[in-house]
């Protein structure tokens, strides 16, 4: 499978929202409501921030939400912090026990 | 509290083999879906592997190369990586979910897999 596609970067004051897009195929975003974000600070692992598309794991600040229009997802972080600015990557099932991630997206806290 | 210790990276010749490992703890092993994931020094995520009780499952860059296996008693997951190619240089995680879960919801810190003459 391709990868899905992110923007490279996205920016943002402290405070403002961003929204990072994930756009897909028929075969996996639009076909299945199991997207999932991870967020990954440099040199470490990721960590899951939505799944099932918009589903917060215990501990996410609800700073943090996730949605979905046809092959598009996207998540959207409010009141952008500091603490924030790291890679993010979106992935979804794909069918047949198959995933497929994005290929990151750059939040920079201006 | 959920941990997953990968270990068995190194620096490796094209053609060759390694077994990475991912020892669990915290969990019921028996009851999770677990998975490899790789990072490509500077790159995104790859989805490697996956074994459940419905099977094993691989990328297409991976299969017939890779070999993903389980140890319950030890509470461990393996990856056999073998015909290793300079492109499957990468950190390597495993990840863990409950059975039917679409997610990855823990991660292990990685192990670092280099395959270069």
């Known amino acids: 499978q391709s990868a899905l596609t992110q923007p490279r970067s996205v920016s943002g004051s402290p405070g403002q929202s961003v929204t990072i897009s994930c756009t897909g195929t028929?075969?996996?975003?639009?076909?299945?409501?199991?997207v999932s974000w991870y967020q990954q600070h440099p040199g470490k692992a990721p960590k899951i921030m939505i799944y099932d598309v918009t589903k917060r794991p215990s501990g996410v600040p609800d700073r943090f939400s996730g949605s979905k229009s046809d092959n598009t997802a996207s998540l959207t972080i409010s009141g952008l912090q500091a603490e924030d600015e790291a890679d993010y990557y979106c992935?979804?099932?794909?069918?047949?026990?198959?995933?497929?991630f994005g290929g990151g997206t750059k939040v920079t806290v201006l | 509290e959920v941990q997953l210790l990968e270990s068995g990276g190194g620096l490796v010749q094209p053609g060759g083999s390694l077994r990475l490992s991912c020892a669990a703890s915290?969990?019921?092993?028996?009851?999770?879906?677990m998975r490899w994931v790789r990072q490509a020094p500077g790159m995104g995520l790859e989805w490697v592997s996956t074994i459940s009780h419905s099977g094993t499952f691989y990328a297409e860059s991976v299969k017939g190369r890779f070999s993903i296996s389980r140890d319950s008693s030890k509470s461990t997951l393996y990856l056999q990586v073998n015909s290793l190619r300079a492109e499957d240089t990468a950190i390597y995680y495993c990840a863990c979910a409950n059975l039917g879960a679409y997610r990855f919801d823990y991660w292990g810190q990685g192990t670092l897999v280099t395959v270069s003459s």
């Open positions: 915290g969990l019921t092993f028996s009851n999770s879906v």
């Open positions: 992935c979804s099932y794909a069918g047949s026990y198959t995933w497929v």
């Open positions: 028929s075969s996996d975003v639009g076909a299945y409501n199991y």
